[in-house]
């Protein structure tokens, strides 16, 4: 099966700063790639997804870029604000694996006023 | 506008008595998910339906089930719940086809056991 992994597990930035977290996935079928941040007690949502087809993708603040040959896409989030700070998972997605969502290990994000 | 529903919101039960968690969706969607979370953890996939074909992780302890009578609802069942599955449940759903923006999740239900 799929496995993943993202670094940094926890990341600290002074707001206004930029926040980088990396996802490794070892599934070369995967073809499809999401970003989601969970707040506190809150459900997962989906801010950021890139297909296999595409490179780079940006989105007001949030960015992510896909290297499909080393088998990793990067969440870029800059200008960081106090609201950015909650838990963010990677989660590729494979055909060749069902149809399923392989969640990483999460990054706790903390953005300091 | 809830578009993939839980009930209820938190459920207690107590160690070894049954108990049913509920996800109700209005997308149609063919695909509906269970996952578990517990504190600090990423989500787990339990089992997924893609229409009336059930899907069973490897790892899913005998003790979870799922039903899903109708295109809309589908149930989690926990047979004899111990004090290890104190967690949060999600529910999802999604079409179903690859690269599709739409895996949603419900707002989840937060079990206790006592």
């Known amino acids: 099966g799929e496995n993943v992994e993202q670094h940094p597990s926890t990341l600290s930035v002074q707001e206004g700063d930029s926040a980088v977290i990396k996802c490794t996935y070892s599934?070369?079928?995967?073809?499809?790639f999401p970003w989601y941040k969970q707040e506190l007690g809150k459900r997962p949502q989906l801010i950021i997804d890139i297909r296999s087809n595409v490179g780079e993708k940006k989105d007001q603040r949030i960015a992510v870029t896909l290297n499909k040959t080393a088998k990793h896409f990067s969440l870029h989030i800059t200008e960081t604000q106090p609201e950015d700070s909650a838990v963010y998972f990677c989660?590729?997605?494979?055909?060749?694996?069902?149809?399923?969502?392989?969640f990483g290990g999460g990054t706790r994000v903390l953005v300091k006023p | 506008d809830a578009m993939v529903i839980q009930n209820p919101r938190y459920q207690v039960t107590q160690f070894g008595k049954p108990v049913t968690l509920s996800c109700s969706q209005t997308l149609n969607h063919n695909v509906m998910y269970w996952y578990q979370q517990k504190s600090s953890q990423a989500p787990k996939l339990l089992f997924h339906y893609y229409d009336k074909d059930f899907n069973n992780e490897a790892d899913t302890p005998d003790n979870f089930q799922s039903r899903r009578p109708n295109t809309s609802f589908c149930f989690l069942d926990i047979r004899s719940p111990g004090l290890g599955d104190a967690a949060m449940y999600l529910c999802?759903?999604?079409?179903?086809?690859?690269?599709?923006?739409?895996?949603?999740f419900g707002q989840g239900t937060r079990l206790t056991v006592v």
């Open positions: 599934d070369s079928a995967s073809n499809y």
């Open positions: 999802a759903t999604s079409r179903g086809s690859i690269g599709e923006k739409d895996e949603l």
């Open positions: 989660a590729p997605k494979s055909g060749a694996a069902g149809n399923k969502l392989t």
